[in-house]
């Protein structure tokens, strides 16, 4: 399959509830997330536990986009521009603007990077 049939999945499986499904099956173990602030979060572990804590954090998902999806297959790049629109416990509803750029190797990913906005 293509990085970008690949990436179409991933974003698939977040749009139907199964997002951690899909970071089981195309992360890598040593994969490096830089989250909107520049954080890097090193490791499969710590990035579960960090996209654990999000979904925990959710009591509803209000409405999701894909945007658009890019892929440079020779490169094994892919980007992607996506919106949700999510209310936290405690009731604070947020619409999460949001491109992630992932490189790939040997069919996961290794390094994705999140540049995004937050609207209340």
Same mark, same amino acid.
């Given at each position: 399959?293509?990085?970008? $049939? ?9 749009? #139907?509830? =199964? ?10 173990? #040593? ?15 710590? %990035?579960?536990? @960090?996209? #654990? ?14 945007? $658009? ?17 999510? =209310?936290?416990?405690?009731? #604070? ?17 290794? @390094?994705? @990077? ?5 609207? %209340?």
């Amino acid at each position: 399959m293509s990085v970008k $049939g690949k990436i179409e999945d991933v974003y698939q499986h977040v749009q #139907n509830g =199964t997002a951690l499904d899909a970071f089981e099956k195309y992360y890598a173990d #040593n994969v490096t997330m830089i989250l909107e602030d520049g954080t890097a979060v090193e490791g499969k572990d710590a %990035n579960r536990k @960090r996209e #654990n804590e999000f979904f925990d954090s959710v009591e509803s998902f209000n409405g999701m986009e894909v945007v $658009g999806i890019t892929a440079n297959e020779e490169t094994e790049q892919t980007a992607v521009e996506s919106w949700m629109d999510v =209310t936290f416990k405690g009731g #604070n509803r947020m619409k999460l603007e949001q491109v992630a750029t992932q490189d790939w190797e040997d069919g996961k990913i290794v @390094r994705e @990077r999140f540049y995004g906005t937050q609207q %209340n």
